[in-house]
């Protein structure tokens, strides 16, 4: 399984971003997919998921700002990510569990200036 997440950068409080998360090595219709982000002193913590089914969950700090999507075509995962704030700010991973294990892609920075 291979995860690769891009669409990262810099960008002003109040502002947006999308990120992508290709998956390959899966049957990625049967995938429930998740965005997770990390910041200094933190542990990784769950943002969104989205199941096969397109079910979505949030964390509470997320709600309303954050939409994450899929693409079953594609192979892709989203977060839409809007009206950001600075403690939105860190390397955001997406993850799959398939088979029993978990897979990371490689993280991407997001950085909100205020």
């Known amino acids: 399984v291979q995860l690769q997440a891009s669409g990262g950068g810099l960008v002003q409080a109040g502002g947006s971003l999308r990120l992508s998360c290709a998956a390959r090595?899966?049957?990625?219709?049967?995938?429930?997919m998740d965005w997770y982000r990390q910041t200094p002193g933190k542990e990784r913590e769950l943002v969104a998921t989205i199941t096969p089914d397109g079910t979505t969950t949030y964390v509470d700090s997320t709600k309303g700002r954050f939409i994450i999507s899929r693409d079953n075509r594609r192979r892709l995962v989203y977060l839409q990510m809007n009206s950001l704030r600075p403690e939105d700010a860190g390397v955001y991973f997406c993850k799959v569990k398939w088979r029993g294990l978990d897979w990371w892609g490689q993280g991407t920075l997001v950085t909100v200036s205020s």
């Open positions: 090595g899966l049957n990625f219709n049967l995938a429930t």
